[in-house]
């Protein structure tokens, strides 16, 4: 069936320095992939998306590119800020209107 | 952005008693509600999906004569464990679609449920 894999957690990162966020996936189709992220005590949200092979999603600062080649979508950013501490979850979807998640992957950024 | 809010945060209940968890999207009208189950270091399990009026439909795998589900307005689901069990501690998640897009998927804070 459809999945999600992503990087284990914490990624422990110093403010400024650059972040990759690891998420591989396995599914029947041409899934639309979604990064997603939560906050303390906050439910998740959509952060970005991309719905074809190319195509790139982007905000606040983070990109993701969806590698069809190598069914990846890896989250970056180039300066990552105390307060992109959080919980970042992969997601795709196939069609049936459901997410397939990935464990999550907590990012802890030190001032 | 839209908010979807879960009540209780956190909740204890003893082995053989039944708990109500309710999921409320406070600024929009929410036509498909969604269940998850996240235990940890592990990913969303999507339990069930409502429309507002209609029954719930259950995943593979989920008992829905124990977790019952009710999405009986626009603005409001709940989710009952019934004769609930140590195994069935869990972090429970909501979510609300308010049109087709899951650019309109918006998701509560979670509940916490610990059963002794």
């Known amino acids: 069936g459809d999945s999600v894999t992503q990087m284990e957690g914490p990624v422990t990162l110093s403010e400024e320095a650059f972040l990759t966020i690891n998420c591989t996936y396995t599914a029947t189709g041409y899934p639309s992939l979604f990064w997603y992220v939560q906050y303390p005590g906050e439910g998740l949200q959509l952060l970005l998306k991309?719905?074809?092979?190319?195509d790139k999603g982007s905000n606040k600062g983070f990109e993701a590119t969806y590698r069809k080649e190598t069914t990846s979508f890896h989250l970056e950013k180039g300066s990552v800020q105390v307060s992109d501490s959080a919980v970042y979850f992969c997601?795709?979807?196939?069609?049936?209107?459901?997410?397939?998640f990935g464990t999550g992957t907590r990012l802890l950024v030190s001032p | 952005g839209a908010v979807v809010s879960q009540h209780p945060s956190r909740v204890i209940c003893k082995s053989g008693t039944s708990v109500k968890i309710e999921c409320r999207s406070l600024d929009f009208q929410a036509t498909t509600m969604f269940w998850y189950r996240q235990f940890p270091k592990q990913s969303l399990m999507l339990m069930a999906t409502s429309n507002e009026g209609s029954k719930a439909t259950y995943e593979q795998g989920v008992e829905k004569d124990k977790f019952l589900i009710n999405h009986a307005s626009l603005t409001l689901s709940t989710l009952t464990v019934t004769s609930a069990h140590p195994e069935d501690s869990s972090f429970y998640i909501c979510?609300?679609?308010?049109?087709?897009?899951?650019?309109?998927?918006?998701f509560g804070p979670g509940t916490r449920l610990t059963v002794t």
């Open positions: 979510s609300a679609r308010q049109g087709a897009s899951f650019d309109e998927q918006y």
């Open positions: 991309a719905t074809k092979a190319d």
């Open positions: 997601a795709l979807n196939t069609g049936f209107q459901k997410l397939v």
